[in-house]
């Protein structure tokens, strides 16, 4: 019998479209502006059309415009660079995206390096992980900060709580480092180097699974009533039937030990949409210098 309170991503992401739909209206009514944002997609990559049509439709769900822009597979670098520029120069547009991956001969850092920091949505350029580990208004990446909204809808202030972050990955780990030690937890970020894991996170009050190994996570190194936020999203081959999706922690096991645990899927997956609309209106305020309410 699971005893842990389980997390819906979909209802909290819910609950942040609803608040960002409200502050877009404001915007609106106040000063007159929409916030645009624009989607770059290369190529047909299936998953990825897939999430820039949600992106697409929940953009346009909270009043935002979203503008989309699908280059064919075989586009140059030097095309889908000047595409970039041209957005970072377009007043209309307050956040770019553009999806990755990218195919192979288009140098994707280059890209995402000649993005606006104000417009990088995705919180990937490194000014605003410059700004984010100093403490500056930032992007920061949406799929931790969509983590972090999670871990505080079930305790507010996570202040003084031992927070145990597996991954280190750019996109994950350590934006979530960061954005943790701003809530001022005592961060440990572990990895494929650190010793005795198990015992690492057995020391956890909050764990962030973002490792990429379906069910790594064992139910006994997690100490009783912790919060559990599982990141990874693993497709996993069922004998006989449809692949499944596994987190990175083995759930009915965690579920049994921990205070509140998130699902995979329905726990973060939901919630990096609704951080990339949030961005999206947070960039739209920081460009217009207005104050942040996003
Ligand atoms: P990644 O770039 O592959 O990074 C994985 C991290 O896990 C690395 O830092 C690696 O350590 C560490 N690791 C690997 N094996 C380990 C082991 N045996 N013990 C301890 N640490 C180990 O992955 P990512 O992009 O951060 O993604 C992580 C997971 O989150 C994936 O399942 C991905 O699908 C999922 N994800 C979900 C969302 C979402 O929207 N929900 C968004 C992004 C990612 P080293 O650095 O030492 O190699």
């Keep these: 019998m699971s005893s842990a309170r389980v997390i819906d991503g979909k209802a909290v992401a819910a609950q942040v479209r609803a608040d960002i739909a409200k502050k877009v209206e404001a915007l609106k009514s106040a000063h007159g502006f929409t916030p645009g944002l624009a989607v770059v997609l290369v190529g047909e990559d299936p998953a990825s059309q897939v999430y820039?049509?949600?992106?697409?439709?929940?953009?346009?769900?909270?009043?935002?415009?979203?503008?989309?822009?699908?280059?064919?597979?075989?586009?140059?670098?030097?095309?889908?660079?000047?595409?970039?520029?041209?957005?970072?120069?377009?007043?209309?547009?307050?956040?770019?995206?553009?999806?990755?991956?990218?195919?192979k001969h288009i140098n994707s850092e280059k890209v995402l390096n000649t993005i606006n920091p104000d417009k990088d949505v995705d919180g990937f350029h490194p000014t605003n992980v410059g700004r984010l580990w100093v403490g500056e208004p930032a992007l920061a990446p949406c799929t931790p900060t969509?983590?972090?909204?999670?871990?505080?809808?079930?305790?507010?202030?996570?202040?003084?709580?031992?927070?145990?972050?597996?991954?280190?990955?750019?996109?994950?780990?350590?934006?979530?480092?960061?954005?943790?030690?701003?809530?001022?937890?005592?961060?440990?970020?572990?990895?494929?180097?650190?010793?005795?894991?198990?015992?690492?996170?057995?020391?956890?009050?909050?764990?962030?699974?973002?490792?990429?190994?379906?069910?790594?996570?064992k139910g006994d190194w997690i100490k009783p009533g912790a919060i559990v936020i599982d990141v990874g999203i693993n497709r996993?081959?069922?004998?006989?039937?449809?692949?499944?999706?596994?987190?990175?922690?083995?759930?009915?096991?965690?579920?049994?030990?921990?205070?509140?645990?998130?699902?995979?899927?329905?726990?973060?997956?939901?919630?990096t949409i609704a951080c990339l609309l949030k961005n999206t209106l947070q960039a739209a305020q920081m460009q217009r210098g207005l104050e942040i309410t996003a």
């Design 52 to 103: 820039v049509r949600n992106k697409g439709q929940q953009t346009k769900e909270v009043g935002m415009n979203s503008i989309e822009h699908k280059l064919p597979a075989e586009t140059s670098e030097a095309d889908l660079l000047a595409l970039v520029e041209n957005l970072n120069n377009d007043d209309s547009i307050n956040g770019i995206l553009v999806q990755l991956p990218l195919p």
């Design 146 to 217: 969509g983590s972090v909204i999670l871990a505080k809808s079930v305790q507010e202030n996570l202040t003084g709580m031992n927070a145990v972050i597996i991954g280190r990955s750019n996109i994950v780990g350590k934006p979530m480092a960061a954005l943790l030690l701003r809530e001022n937890c005592t961060v440990t970020v572990a990895h494929s180097r650190t010793k005795d894991i198990a015992s690492v996170v057995k020391g956890a009050d909050l764990v962030i699974a973002a490792v990429g190994i379906a069910e790594f996570v």
């Design 236 to 271: 996993v081959e069922v004998p006989g039937g449809k692949a499944k999706l596994k987190g990175d922690v083995d759930y009915a096991a965690a579920a049994e030990v921990a205070g509140a645990i998130t699902p995979v899927p329905g726990g973060v997956g939901p919630m």
